[in-house]
């Protein structure tokens, strides 16, 4: 951003907005088409099925697709006290794609901080028990943005599939995090296994849970198959069916919130 | 129509630098891709100035002009051709306001990019040199 007195004035807007917020869970996954945005609308249904307040900041300004997720689009509506936020059934939803709808969005660096900025602050959150944040894919300006914003109240949850190349990215921004002091909460292992044929198969490969730990050093919180209804099926139906892809996203959502054990009906 | 937040959050901003000091002058620019009704966001501005601390406090809003460029064919332009490529809108992107609807730019005008284009040239690739932020231009302490 161009000025000065304009950033600090976002940036401490932002800070009053964040008062509000309890915790913030970015989620991460370094490489594009790992699932993270399916990860974090999958974590948000999980987390706020338990009675939590819970908000969805949608950071994948060139790739929007939380609004798919969760079953929102344009307009959105305003009052004197700033955007609100869509509702998706109990979840409060901002995204750039809520603005653009299906329009690119071309965008270079200098403008992206102030943009998130903006789009955090603005929104008229009220209380939430928990933010979570779907970062771009790769270590683009958001990502750092969005470390930069909301640093002190967050912690990362990595996602990736079993690929080698998945890992290794994801890998990188493991470092990239840990250089800049964010608590890194764990990885979830998407698209690791799938039902076909009557058995059970890993078309990305098979990850050795204890090899992945050690070469990322941080703990594996979920694993979650490759479910085929997804983007055909409501992300909230799906995760309603008892099963291996909404038991993933329980066992992520009580890890996260802490509340290991503490099954609500 | 968020003038009131515009304006809260300026004088957030004005409070923390004056740290319990009164505040004889106040200056805002205001960035005209923002495309904020000068005359409401001033009345906003002076509701919560009304508070302690503004007593007998001169207030000025200027609307700072925009200026495009265009990083593939060099040309530019200013916020009259911009208003034009508004106009064209759908109304499914603009937002819902309590009275009217509003130009998504009105509240993420760094988001030009998205709706804007090189008027001779096509291109997405531009760039706002000025006019496209909310901004504490002066203040003068008692
Ligand atoms: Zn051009």
């Excluded at chain 1, 490489?31 to 948000?44: E, P, Q, T």
């Excluded at chain 1, 750039?96 to 969005?105: C, D, M, N």
Aim: with cysteine; glycine share 12%.
């Amino acid at each position: 951003m161009s000025d000065a007195a304009a950033k600090e004035g976002l940036l401490l807007a932002v800070k009053k907005r964040l008062d509000d917020v309890g915790k913030v869970v970015m989620v991460g996954g370094g490489k594009g088409g790992v699932g993270k945005s399916l990860v974090a609308c999958g974590l948000a249904i999980s987390l706020a099925k338990s009675g939590a307040k819970v908000g969805v900041l949608d950071l994948d300004i060139h790739g929007a697709s939380v609004p798919e997720y969760l079953g929102v689009g344009p307009p959105l509506e305003s009052d004197a006290r700033g955007l609100k936020p869509k509702r998706a059934k109990g979840l409060k939803v901002m995204s750039v794609g809520l603005f653009t709808g299906s329009r690119p969005v071309p965008m270079r660096g200098d403008d992206k901080e102030a943009l998130v900025a903006q789009l955090f602050s603005l929104t008229v959150w009220g209380r939430l028990d928990y933010l979570v944040v779907d970062l771009p894919p790769g270590l683009a300006d958001e990502f750092l943005t969005a470390l930069k914003l909301f640093g002190r109240k967050a912690s990362l949850v990595l996602v990736t599939t079993p690929s080698p190349i998945a890992l290794k990215v994801v890998g990188r921004l493991r470092t990239l995090a840990r250089g800049e002091g964010i608590s890194l909460r764990g990885v979830v292992l998407n698209m690791s296994s799938m039902r076909a044929l009557g058995g059970v198969i890993h078309p990305l490969g098979r990850a050795d849970r204890g090899a992945l730990e050690s070469l990322l050093e941080a703990k594996v919180l979920a694993e979650v198959p490759f479910e085929p209804r997804v983007g055909v099926t409501e992300l909230r139906a799906l995760l309603r069916r008892r099963g291996e892809f909404s038991d993933g996203f329980t066992s992520l959502a009580r890890t996260v919130s802490g509340t290991e054990g503490n099954e609500r009906p | 129509m968020h003038e009131l937040s515009l304006a809260q959050s300026i004088l957030d901003q004005v409070a923390k630098m004056a740290g319990g000091r009164g505040i004889r002058v106040l200056e805002i620019g205001v960035g005209e891709l923002m495309q904020v009704d000068r005359k409401a966001f001033e009345q906003a501005v002076k509701v919560l100035m009304s508070g302690p601390g503004f007593e007998g406090a001169a207030l000025r809003v200027r609307v700072e002009k925009a200026s495009f460029s265009c990083r593939r064919c060099g040309s530019k332009w200013k916020m009259a051709d911009v208003r034009k490529q508004l106009s064209g809108l759908p109304d499914s992107l603009k937002v819902r306001e309590p009275e009217d609807r509003a130009s998504p730019l009105h509240f993420l005008p760094y988001l030009y990019t998205a709706f804007v284009r090189c008027p001779k040239c096509g291109s997405s690739d531009i760039y706002a040199g000025s006019g496209k932020e909310l901004v504490l231009r002066g203040l003068i302490l008692k």
